[in-house]
């Protein structure tokens, strides 16, 4: 293991009350669906991504996998911390991370998220609208404010949905704005769209902050930092571009701005994705007019909501624990009456799959146990980290 990790993961460990790697008792297993994750994934996911970004701060994008352990593992590593609400920066001010060290992205929030943020020490505010930048000099004064541009859908498999943004003259309008307003007006930020899986999705959006920073300068207006957001993938049933694809197009942009400049990011996805394991158990196995079904106590709304929301194109990798020769399509679903609970078609698992066997699946450290609900009784997964 190299020094490096060795020495996170020895810190780490006492925090939590981890030693080594530990299997989870069976026992524990059969009464919820649990979430390992692998800390030594986290620090060489985040290890390789500042690899591929040499020029680029990373913060986290807290709202990806919220687990204090997971949290705990990043700060000891040295990430950054992004959030998109005030319970998030106090579960972090929880772990010793000041306000001052986080950047706070949702360019649209209640007026009291604000206030309550600028008390711990946050300082730095994404917005898009005049409404919000008036809002941030009520409740927030002086504070820094970078303008979330708007970005177009391209390659990515929970592409933008255009809720957010501006273009480029609405930028420099807001920017300006911000100054008149006793703000500072200290950058430009995006979000290419969730799991993308074209680097060039990156090429437009660092034009248009070239241009917002060549603009401004006839104003006297320097900014402090590009934020190129988050949405790098990572690899579930089929492989994804390197992270070290995305570097490139970004290196290349980056030295081709009008002047140095602050760049930040907002890994969360291909930080902790790989991380995670799911370990659920069947509950039984029926052959039906539509093909064989295995039935699970993981639920689409206890974890695998993403399957919905990316139209089934997110595929998890999925085997399970009896790993027999003659295998079989299954179509795997939850314990819920809800029709829609169905996370996974046409699988090819053990043929002889019965109930009380364990079904695995891969990939599951981001956006999942962060949407658990307790939809028809049944309650969330247990994260483990290990």
Not at 176 to 193: E, I
Not at 333 to 355: H, I, K, M, Y
Request: charged share 20%; net charge neutral.
């Amino acid at each position: 293991m190299r020094p490096g990790l060795q020495r996170v993961l020895s810190a780490v460990r006492p925090l939590l009350g981890v030693k080594g790697l530990p299997l989870l008792d069976i026992s524990l297993r059969s009464q919820v669906p649990v979430l390992e994750m692998r800390a030594s994934r986290i620090v060489a996911a985040l290890s390789t991504f500042r690899r591929a970004f040499p020029q680029v701060k990373p913060f986290y994008a807290t709202k990806c996998n919220s687990d204090e352990g997971v949290l705990k593992v990043l700060k000891e590593a040295g990430c950054g911390f992004e959030v998109a609400s005030v319970e998030e920066v106090k579960t972090l001010a929880a772990l010793g991370v000041p306000g001052a060290d986080l950047m706070f992205s949702n360019p649209v929030r209640a007026r009291e998220q604000t206030r309550e943020a600028a008390r711990t020490g946050v300082y730095r505010f994404a917005v898009d609208s005049a409404d919000e930048l008036l809002r941030v000099a009520d409740e927030a004064p002086g504070s820094c404010v970078s303008v979330r541009l708007a970005t177009k859908p391209q390659g990515s498999v929970v592409p933008s949905e255009g809720k957010f943004g501006v273009d480029v003259a609405g930028a420099m309008e807001l920017l300006l704005l911000a100054r008149d307003l006793a703000l500072v007006p200290y950058g430009v930020t995006f979000h290419m769209g969730s799991q993308s899986l074209s680097p060039a999705a990156l090429e437009a959006p660092l034009d248009d902050a070239a241009e917002v920073m060549s603009g401004l300068t006839r104003s006297r207006i320097r900014l402090q930092l590009v934020d190129i957001g988050g949405g790098f993938p990572a690899a579930y049933e089929q492989p994804v571009p390197s992270l070290a694809a995305f570097g490139r197009v970004a290196a290349t942009k980056i030295a081709n701005l009008p002047y140095p400049i602050g760049v930040a990011a907002e890994p969360g996805r291909c930080l902790v994705a790989e991380a995670g394991t799911f370990r659920c158990r069947v509950i039984g196995v029926a052959k039906r007019p539509s093909g064989w079904w295995v039935h699970t106590d993981l639920s689409v709304f206890h974890g695998m909501m993403e399957v919905l929301e990316s139209g089934g194109q997110l595929r998890y990798p999925i085997w399970d624990s009896r790993a027999s020769s003659t295998r079989r399509s299954y179509n795997v679903t939850g314990p819920t009456c809800d029709g829609q609970d169905t996370f996974a078609t046409n699988v090819l698992l053990s043929s002889d799959l019965r109930e009380g066997d364990e079904i695995l699946v891969g990939s599951a450290g981001a956006y999942t146990s962060v949407y658990a609900s307790r939809f028809n009784g049944f309650p969330p997964p247990q994260v483990v980290l290990c």
